[in-house]
Structures are given as C-alpha cells and as structure tokens.
C-alpha cells in the first residue's frame, strides 16, 4: 500500500534544522554541539557540531518527514564525525564520550528503520557506527562505568546494533564486504554464548572459511575450553575492533584461569610462581596488574616478584578486576585513527597486521 511505503530521507544536516532550534530553545543542547565561544543561558547550536539525538518513536506520533531523516550518505558521515572529533576527545571524561556517542548512533539506526534505504548501503553505515560504539565502550573504565552512562544500557545498544546489522545481511545477498569480520565480531561480544555460536555456524560454510570468522571461533573454542594459554595467544594477535569486542570477557577469562591454577597448585605450605609468569600467560599489562590481581583474589605474595598458591587462601568476590588492557586493545590502534579504523575495508581481518606488530 501506498501509505505504507518507507519516504527517502533529504535532511542534509547532522541534525535538523527543526531540531536544533528546537533544543537550543529547550536550552537542551550538549556541550559538544555548542557553537566556539557561544555561553550563557541560552547557548547557540554549531550546525557543524550538533548532530541529532535518539527520540523513541510513540504511538500516535506523526510519522517522519523526509526532511527529518538523514540519507545513507549524511548518516556515513556524521558516524564520521563522531568517529573523529567526538568519540577521541581529551576534554571530557569517558563516560560523557559514550554517552553523547551511544545516544547519537542509536538515532542513525532510527534514521535507517525509518526510510526505505538500499541494504548494502545501509549495512554500511550500521558496521560504521556498531564500530564506533564498540570502540568507545572499551575506553569506559570501570570507576567511569557507572557516572553519566549506564553500562547495562550501552550493552545493550551493542547488542540491538548486531542485530539491526545482522538482519541487514540476512535480507541482502550483498556483497557485504565486511559481513565475515562483523559476523566474527558478534562472536566475539558474545563469546562463551551458545546462542551466538549457534547462529554463526548457521553461516554458508563460504562465510565461516574466511580468516576473521576462523579466528573467532578458535577464540570462542579456547574459552570454552578453559584454554588459557591458547586463548590469551589468540587475544594478543586480535586486531584492533576484535579485541574491542571481546575485552568484556577478558577479566572473566583471566579469573577462571587464575581458579585453576590455584586449584592445581595450592599446598598447607603453599607453592610461589613468579609474577612474569602470570603476566605473561595472562597477557597482563605489567607486574604491578599481576599483584593486584592476585591480591583481589586472596593470593599473597612472597616479595614483589613472587605469588603463593595456599590452600584454602584463593576467593572470589565481585566482578572480576577488568585492568587495564593496553596490551590486549589500547595498544592495537598502531597509530592509526579511530575513523580510520572504522572505515577500513576487510583491514586486519585475519590479524596479519597485529601479528606483525607483535
């Protein structure tokens, strides 16, 4: 029917004009969107800078106007500006970045469901921006996680973008150029999850042979396993925007590993490994988050070189430490940018380049 057909959006903006005057009259604008040197009560919004924000479609709301929605290609780049100039500053906590971040691709989702875009071109711009987001969750620190931000929220805008991205490719033939790294990725975010495995093995056999999809389901093999010291190998080697996705599970991987060697090693009178080791077979950032990660565990250490496994000593409380993870992701950007990251095409999808790197 007619009235049921999907409009093309024609909005040349990041955020509609309506929108933004509507905000800078509400006095709703976020600092980021705020024109150069503009203060006071009523700030003025920067076309350049604002972008437009998440509003959950109602019932009974008038439907959108072409005007009002962005196109594929002014989606691509404000997930662009976001990538390069919002999601990397420095003024501004982590937790603030993913905040204004998060809320703002879940509105260029909106903006897609809402008009009747191409699916190759559509699962472009929801790998862009599921890139960013995955990105800027793994900034957030834990004492950050829980400021401005809703860390169960943001996982869960992680988890709604597999899934708008991952319907996308199921309702084209594509070519998708980047479906098997994003099919690896969702593995990787899900990992140890029989759903997830499910579905990915329901891929044609011609996807799952690709090098990205491989490596993740060796990760997701190793970690079933309990396999510490094939799966940390393999996290070493991750790209960039793989081990991104799978740094939410790196503190309960270091945890079970730590369990068993306490299991397999503890006396009455105790049994000491040297630290370097446990850095090593961890892929720990140093000696100093190897003592830490023992002491949250009860391990007392013989010096500061040294860890004893007594028996009766090991516990668990809590989340496990999530550290710090320069080695696993911060380190893996290489130099490059973030926009670069997110808009490489098939880059580091067998771990070539980290390999290397290593």
């Keep these: 029917m007619p ?15 309506a929108e933004r ?9 976020h600092r980021f969107e705020v024109a150069p040197g503009c203060c006071g009560k009523r700030p003025r919004a920067d076309p350049q800078r604002a972008v437009k924000e998440y509003s959950r479609p109602a019932a009974g709301k008038a439907k959108a106007q072409p005007s009002q929605l962005r196109p594929p290609s002014v989606l691509l780049a404000t997930v662009r500006y976001l990538a390069s100039l919002v999601a990397e500053r420095t003024d501004a906590s982590r937790a603030e970045v993913a905040s204004f971040v998060a809320d703002r691709l879940r509105a260029v989702r909106l903006d897609l469901a809402l008009q009747s875009a191409g699916d190759a071109e559509s699962a472009v711009v929801l ?21 401005p931000v809703d860390l169960v929220l943001l996982q869960a805008q992680v988890q709604e ?15 998708h150029p980047r479906q098997a790294a994003f099919q690896g990725l969702f ?20 996807l799952r042979s690709c090098p990205a999809l491989r490596t993740a389901l060796a990760v997701d093999a190793a970690f079933r396993e309990g396999n510490a010291a094939r799966l940390f190998r393999l996290l070493r080697a991750l790209p ?29 009178k105790g049994q000491s490994l040297p630290l370097g080791f446990m850095v090593h077979l961890l892929a720990l950032d140093g000696p100093e988050e190897a003592r830490d990660l023992c002491q949250a565990h009860g391990l007392p250490l013989d010096g500061q070189e040294r860890v004893v496994f007594l ?10 430490p999530a550290g710090t993870c320069k080695l696993l992701v911060g380190s893996k950007l290489g130099g490059r940018t973030l926009e670069e990251v997110v808009m490489a095409e098939e880059e580091d999808e067998g771990g070539d380049r980290s390999k290397s790197r290593a």
Excluded: I, W
């Design 161 to 175: 973008g597999f899934g708008s991205l991952r319907r996308c490719y199921s309702q084209s033939a594509g070519p």
């Design 240 to 268: 960039y925007l793989q081990s991104c996705a799978v740094q939410c599970h790196v503190g309960h991987a270091r945890r079970r590993a730590l369990a068993r060697l306490a299991h397999a090693l503890s006396t009455p």
């Design 21 to 29: 005057a509507q905000r800078e009259k509400e006095g709703r604008l």
């Design 187 to 206: 593995l990787l975010y899900n990992l140890g999850s029989v759903e997830a495995l499910h579905e990915v093995l329901q891929l044609p056999a011609a």
């Design 127 to 147: 790998e862009a921006a599921l890139a960013v987001l995955l990105a800027v969750v793994a900034q957030l620190r834990p004492t950050a996680a829980y400021g």
């Design 311 to 320: 028996r009766g000593r090991y516990t668990e409380e809590g989340l496990p």
């Design 3 to 17: 009235d049921c057909e999907l409009p093309l959006g024609t909005c040349p903006d990041m955020c509609p004009a």
